[in-house]
């Protein structure tokens, strides 16, 4: 009998399809005691819908069971409750069977039977279909990504928005699964957030960001999708609307200044994107700033209510020993930095204690914010409108939203509050003690109904926050007078930045990679690149051997843009640059370096005298001079005749005029330079450090303003800017040893060098500025995902940038294949490549003064 037969149920009658279960019983009975209990309580739901779908239940309940015995349990266990919900038994055992193709599918075959019903009853039939078919397609690929599928809520992977929001959440991950192999299980840790934040549309251009980082280094692209990186905040923060409090710190700072004489530190919050609503908090030495808030007005609130707390005493330490003497502690518990934890006061409460959190709150916002009012003109006439124009949020929470608005309208009335129990938050000697008090009254009314961790946040108006969020640093009681807050010993920034340094993980001895430049210390990585030949010295992904193995990036350098071609936009503040003094000097191999080559600078010094302007050239409009200026005078003559009183610039003389040029030489110091001579004789950075020397020295005897830099990279928030000479600085015996201590290290983040460059450049006077790059292969760095393009695009933009800024970029490679990229970077007639690794160092002061001329 076939299975088709079977499954229709065309060959069997249904006294042989209940034979056939109490043998399959029978059989499983024998095999496992739990199985067959299993079976037994589920097939009484199933026996409803008839003796065929039974036989056929039991039967795929067996075969899942001899499969993966997890598998088979899973299925017994829901079926009863899938039966119920769908009314049915197919389509979804026929799916479930599907599940016996792979092994090790039990956790994906949970997954779909924990929610199976509700997808059903959500999209229909149709689109549970659908929702089936995705999970599926992630079996065939991998079977962590489709339990990562099954086991995710599918209302939160749709947002709501039923099959087509699964299908944009989705569409992406695939693409880039078989792009890059990006896996679904990292995906969705962050994906259905930064759908919600980036739309639809730039879902796909967050992702290949994250999946260009998995390649260079599996921990830090883990935490891209999990949003902990700064890298993925910032492209969501970018995105997101709203007022950024940081970048107008300093306006927050004087507005606390001027109206409360305080100048508390800001610093940035925990707070990221998913995370509910975003609050200002603070731990009693400095404001903590979310990323961004709905508005100026509601940063503006924020800042002057949480200051207003600490000018009047909620964070006292008299006050809260009292509060915490009252709770039954004789005083607060400290935690390791001496800072008091809030969480026992609140721990009495059990289960509850959001509720009573809220209260406690409430009552304290009333009493901070009815002494502050009269000291800020229209503090309360915000809040109140900032609040009445707020969406009112669903129950529970807008109970409490409701009331404590009713509570603040009344105060900016000049009413008393409608409920008499806050009237004692008012009185003059009302603290954070009878705040506590009052909540315990309020806490007694049924009218305030439970509430949870999720919906707390909306419970309050905006600019208010949770006041006993965070430990806080003791303080004295100030009565209002903030003058001094910085200079007690508790708000010590230099104290706090070293504590901030020492929470920091430490890196294990054995995990730093002992690089030749001192500045760059990094879990070790992989940048032996392909060879290390020119051209090709582009760096490998690095790999990171522990899987969770902290990234910390660092945020005390220059912050430069870069420009993403498939975002066609610039991220800002995206890479971080050092700028520092190259610290290597090698005077002995500087004379060796000047003693070879002397002849080449001999024949050099003979050209460059020519190019010294010898004849003078008349200099017109003179206070004082040789000779009349025939022209001037006939315009002083005529202006006098006009009553006016020009000045008497009327004469001419000759002088022997410097052409205005400044040259910055910028050399790509990455580790393929340390690659073999193709002739056997030393290393490539040999010619490098000689073509560098003769250079130097021949605009020297130009007499042309010079500086000369280097640069390397190791992803893009460790761009190191390296100066050999300034300039403001001589060609002095250091400047020659730091040229001969050149060495490569790592990688060639080019557009960060190039714009650094251009700020450099402010530092001359001169009309004509060129910029001379000195390379010897492709733009590159680890955390590019090994895509060529983006940071060719990158280097493309930089050098429109000093097109624009009046400075004239050529660059100098040794790369053979060069032709191959730098049209599409420089443009044509803005490259020249020299085959021949030898003709450098004689090469870059010819090539330097044609351009000079041109």
């Known amino acids: 009998m076939s299975e088709q037969a079977r499954n229709d149920g065309g060959a069997n009658t249904e006294a042989e399809d209940l034979v056939e279960i109490e043998e399959i019983l029978q059989h499983l009975e024998d095999m496992s005691f ?10 009484p739901a199933i026996r409803e819908f008839g003796a065929g779908p039974a036989r056929r239940w ?70 549970e279909r659908e929702w089936y078919a995705t999970g599926l397609r992630w079996c065939e690929r991998s079977l962590p990504d489709a339990r ?60 290949r960001r994250g999946a260009d980082l998995l390649k260079a280094g599996r921990s830090r692209g883990e935490a891209y999708f999990r949003l902990e990186s700064d890298e993925s ?207 315990e009254e309020l806490f007694a009314d049924g009218a305030f109904p439970e509430i949870t961790i999720e919906e707390r946040a909306e419970a309050y108006l905006p600019g208010l926050s949770l006041n006993a969020a965070l430990p806080v640093y003791p303080q004295r009681e100030r009565n209002g007078e903030l003058a001094d807050f910085r200079d007690h010993e508790a708000h010590d920034e230099h104290k706090f930045e070293h504590e901030k340094q020492e929470e920091q993980p430490q890196q294990a001895p054995e995990d730093a990679q002992k690089d030749p430049d001192a500045d760059i210390q990094t879990p070790q990585q992989e940048t032996s690149g392909t060879g290390g030949r020119i051209g090709t010295g582009i760096p490998q992904p690095a790999q990171v051997a522990k899987r969770a193995a902290p990234y910390t990036p660092k945020k005390d350098g220059i912050l430069y843009p870069e420009w993403d071609y498939r975002e066609q936009r610039y991220i800002s503040d995206w890479v971080n640059l050092y700028e520092r003094v190259l610290d290597d000097e090698e005077p002995d191999r500087a004379a060796e370096i000047l003693t070879r080559h002397a002849d080449t600078l001999k024949r050099l010094t003979r050209g460059l005298e020519m190019q010294r302007p010898m004849r003078p050239a008349p200099l017109r409009k003179q206070m004082d001079g040789d000779e009349l200026d ?49 002739g056997g004789q030393g290393k490539i950075v040999d010619r490098v450090r000689e073509g560098m020397m003769l ?46 201590g050149v060495s490569g290290r790592l990688a060639s983040r080019m557009g960060a060098g190039i714009r650094h460059s251009l700020e450099a450049f402010r530092r001359s006077s001169a009309q004509r500025r060129l910029l001379l790059i000195l390379s010897d292969g492709r733009p590159a760095d680890y955390d590019d995902g090994g895509d060529q393009r983006y940071l060719h695009e990158d280097t493309r933009m930089a050098m429109k940038e000093a097109v624009d800024a009046g400075v004239h970029p050529f660059c100098v490679t040794l790369d053979p294949s060069g032709s191959e990229y730098l049209p599409a970077i420089f443009g044509p007639g803005h490259y020249t490549i020299i085959d021949h690794v030898d003709e450098l160092p004689r090469r870059l002061p010819e090539i330097y003064l044609r351009l000079r001329h041109q």
């Open 34 to 43: 739990v199985a067959h209990r299993d079976a037994k309580e589920a097939l």
């Open 58 to 127: 039991i039967e795929t309940a067996r075969d899942l069971f001899f499969h993966d015995r997890e598998a088979g349990k899973s299925f017994m266990r829901h079926s009863a409750r899938m039966a119920e919900h769908v009314g049915g038994v197919e389509p979804w055992r026929a799916q479930a069977a599907e599940f016996a193709r792979w092994v090790n599918s039990a956790d994906a075959l949970e997954g779909f039977m924990s929610q199976a019903d509700r997808v059903f009853a959500a999209w229909g039939e149709d689109g």
């Open 148 to 207: 990562a599928y099954f086991e995710t809520d599918f209302d939160k992977l749709a947002a709501g928005r039923g099959i087509e929001g699964l299908r944009a959440l989705i569409d992406p991950a695939e693409t880039l699964f078989d792009e890059r192999g990006l896996t679904l299980d990292c995906y969705l840790e962050g994906a259905p957030i930064a759908r919600n934040l980036v739309g639809d549309g730039g879902l796909l251009s967050w992702a």
């Open 233 to 439: 905040l910032k492209l969501l923060l970018d995105a997101l609307p709203g007022f950024r409090p940081r970048m107008h710190g300093r306006f927050l700072r004087l507005v606390m200044l001027a109206w409360l004489d305080a100048d508390i530190p800001l610093a940035d919050s925990s707070w990221k994107p998913g995370e509910g609503r975003p609050m200002l908090e603070t731990d009693g030495r400095r404001l903590f700033m979310p990323a961004v808030m709905d508005s100026r007005e509601e940063a503006l609130v924020a800042t002057q209510h949480a200051a207003a707390h600490l000018a009047y005493d909620t964070y006292a330490l008299s006050r809260v020993e009292r509060l915490f003497e009252r709770a039954g502690s004789e005083h607060p518990p400290l935690d390791d930095r001496s800072r008091i934890t809030w969480r026992p006061l609140f721990a009495a409460f059990g289960e509850r204690m959001f509720r009573f959190q809220i209260l406690f709150d409430l009552a304290e916002d009333l009493r901070v914010n009815a002494r502050v009012a009269p000291r800020i003109p229209r503090f309360l006439e915000r809040l109140v409108r900032l609040a009445e124009a707020y969406e009112r949020p669903a129950e529970p929470a807008g109970t409490y939203f409701d009331f404590a608005l009713r509570a603040h309208r009344a105060l900016l009335e000049g009413r008393e509050p409608e409920d008499p129990r806050l009237a004692r938050m008012l009185e003059p000697d009302a603290d954070v003690v009878t705040a506590w008090e009052v909540a």
């Open 630 to 678: 025939t022209e001037a005078v006939i315009d002083y003559v005529a202006d006098k005749k006009a009553g006016l009183s020009p000045k008497a610039f009327i004469y001419r003389r000759r002088a022997v005029q410097h052409r205005d040029t400044s040259v910055l030489m910028l050399a790509d110091m990455s580790t393929s330079i340390m690659a073999r001579h193709p």
């Open 695 to 740: 250079f130097a020295e021949a605009i020297d005897r130009v007499g042309d303003p010079c500086a000369i830099a280097g640069f390397a990279s190791k992803q893009r928030d460790q761009v190191n800017y390296y100066w050999l000479k300034d300039f403001n600085e001589d060609l002095s015996a250091t400047v020659r040893n730091r040229i001969a």
